[in-house]
């Protein structure tokens, strides 16, 4: 059975930082992209960083560029999404995903194979 478990939600005061991570179980990172996602109240689920099956290439959307930072550790199965910078807009909830793909960027349209449960992350202003 495929797990994809996020950790490292909470709440934060603007400008402050979380990392969070993201274990997998029953599956193999290393052969697909990775992505974060984050759906706020209302809003739509979007795909703000991908990480490539090797970690050489990231993807970012406009509005956590310079903030974010995705990485992967797939001896251990995990991708993590440091977060710096936080703004008040940035508080939703955070999924990870994997992808079939080796490589994805945040505009695509492909569908992930597997989701989290998610972590809420929380930012005060």
């Known amino acids: 059975q495929v797990q994809l478990v996020e950790s490292g939600g909470g709440l934060v005061q603007a400008g402050g930082s979380l990392r969070l991570s993201c274990a997998a179980s029953?599956?193999?990172?290393?052969?697909?992209?990775v992505g974060w996602l984050r759906q706020a109240p209302g809003k739509e689920r979007e795909l703000v960083a991908t990480?490539?099956?090797?970690?050489?290439?990231?993807d970012y959307v406009d509005s956590v560029k310079g903030r974010f930072t995705i990485s992967r550790d797939n001896g251990k199965n995990t991708v993590y999404l440091q977060m710096s910078s936080l703004k008040p807009e940035d508080t939703a909830v955070y999924y990870c995903?994997?992808?079939?793909?080796?490589?994805?960027?945040?505009?695509?349209?492909?569908?992930?194979?597997?989701w989290g449960q998610g972590t809420q992350v929380t930012v005060s202003s």
């Open positions: 995903a994997a992808f079939r793909n080796g490589i994805v960027v945040v505009t695509t349209l492909t569908p992930p194979d597997y």
């Open positions: 029953g599956l193999s990172f290393r052969t697909r992209a």
């Open positions: 990480i490539s099956r090797s970690g050489g290439s990231t």
